[in-house]
T-cell receptor, first 117, second 111 residues
Framework: DVKVTQSSRYLVKRTGEKVFLECVQDMDHENMFWYRQDPGLGLRLIYFSYDVKMKEKGDIPEGYSVSREKKERFSLILESASTNQTSMYLC????????????????FGPGTRLTVL | EDQVTQSPEALRLQEGESSSLNCSYTVSGLRGLFWYRQDPGKGPEFLFTLYSAGEEKEKERLKATLTKKESFLHITAPKPEDSATYLCAVQRRYNTDKLIFGTGTRLQVFP
């Protein structure tokens, strides 16, 4: 079974703090994704990485950065947390399209509920 | 613009009362359509992938179907443990690994 783990289930931070959210997958997937999920807005893609050190902006990258130094690990960084970044953050991974005959369903971690005060 | 719309937003069923959830999509070439289940406070759990119109997939009380413009998730004789939010997502055929998600249908099944 695919396993995607996230470093924290719940996190409380103060405005202006630097926040690191970590995600690890154990299925050797090429792709990793960071989403945020807010009521009524659904899942919105923040950043996407298709290989080590490679990244692509999603729909809402402002205020966030990412790091992928190893294939299995993808970090989301909030350089200076703000209250409007209070949300549920979800990490996902998938195989890369075209590299295998399988279709690339995304598999999600349990989520991190971040509250910025 | 590529878009995924799910309806209804919320659905309340009595245990055993069968129903369907709808996911309509507009996308420039469909590679796959995905259904997920999400319990409160947890990450989405993958259920099905559908690749072409006419395809059906089943898992316990759930059956997913696909046409050229929409997908249905049929729930037969639901139980309270089927209560969750059901998310639909599509992937475009060309040049992308990203998914476009709908906002989900929140299902509550009462005993």
């Amino acid at each position: 079974d695919v396993k995607v783990t996230q470093s924290s289930r719940y996190l409380v931070k103060r405005t202006g703090e630097k926040v690191f959210l970590e995600c690890v997958q154990d299925m050797d997937h090429e792709n990793m994704f960071w989403y945020r999920q807010d009521p009524g807005l659904g899942l919105r893609l923040i950043y996407f990485s298709y290989d080590v050190k490679m990244k692509e902006k999603g729909d809402i990258p402002e205020g966030y950065s990412v790091s992928r130094e190893k294939k299995e690990r993808f970090s989301l960084i909030l350089e200076s947390a703000s209250t409007n970044q209070t949300s549920m953050y979800l990490c996902a991974s998938s195989v890369r399209q075209g590299l295998t005959l399988s279709y690339n369903e995304q598999f999600f971690g349990p989520g991190t509920r971040l509250t910025v005060l | 613009e590529d878009q995924v719309t799910q309806s209804p937003e919320a659905l309340r069923l009595q245990e055993g009362e069968s129903s369907s959830l709808n996911c309509s999509y507009t996308v420039s070439g469909l590679r796959g359509l995905f259904w997920y289940r999400q319990d409160p406070g947890k990450g989405p759990e993958f259920l099905f992938t559908l690749y072409s119109a006419g395809e059906e997939k089943e898992k316990e009380r759930l059956k997913a179907t696909l046409t050229k413009k929409e997908s249905f998730l049929h729930i037969t004789a639901p139980k309270p443990e089927d209560s969750a939010t059901y998310l639909c997502a599509v992937q475009r055929r060309y040049n992308t690994d990203k998914l476009i998600f709908g906002t989900g249908t929140r299902l509550q099944v009462f005993p």
